[in-house]
């Protein structure tokens, strides 16, 4: 079916859902798993009030945070995990790694941290689809789904 597996990971709920999903099918199918946090480049700090060198390092953290989410589910799944923090646009990023790793299935959840979750898809998630010679598993969190009111 699948030969290897790639999640992207930015620790919001749907995100964590997916790394849950491809966790379970990395163990169920005995297959590598990776994980990717992309740190978002784009963002211009042109005020001021926000000094674009903190900014990067809190993204960084909270990349890495997301991606020692992942290590520790693997574990407790008893499934080996590589993982790489990058830069750029996210998915471009990611799609560039599921070509560096060759994987077969991207697994990526429906919404990231945008606080636009009344879109069908997040941005980069519709980019990933769209763009993505491989296959793409959206998975969305149901809970926070049905607690979200908006």
């Known amino acids: 079916m699948y030969d290897s597996?790639?999640?992207?990971?930015?620790?919001?709920?749907?995100?964590?859902?997916?790394v849950?999903?491809?966790?379970?099918?990395?163990?169920?199918?005995?297959?590598?798993?990776?994980?990717?946090?992309?740190?978002?480049?784009?963002?211009?700090?042109?005020?001021?009030?926000?000094?674009?060198?903190?900014?990067?390092?809190?993204l960084r953290a909270r990349a890495q945070d997301s991606l020692e989410a992942l290590e520790r589910a693997a574990s407790d799944a008893g499934v080996s995990v590589t993982t790489s923090v990058r830069s750029g646009p996210p998915h471009e990023e990611i799609l560039a790694y599921a070509d560096e790793r060759d994987v077969g299935l991207v697994v990526v959840g429906s919404h990231g941290?945008?606080?636009?979750?009344r879109a069908l898809l997040g941005s980069t998630v519709d980019a990933i689809l769209r763009l993505s010679e491989r296959p793409v598993l959206v998975v969305d969190d149901e809970d926070a789904a049905a607690g979200d009111s908006s």
């Open 20 to 58: 849950r999903d491809a966790v379970s099918l990395a163990r169920a199918l005995e297959v590598p798993l990776y994980g990717v946090a992309v740190v978002e480049t784009r963002t211009a700090y042109d005020t001021g009030l926000v000094d674009p060198e903190e900014a990067e390092e809190r």
């Open 113 to 117: 941290r945008s606080s636009f979750r």
């Open 5 to 18: 597996i790639l999640v992207g990971t930015d620790g919001s709920d749907d995100a964590s859902a997916a």
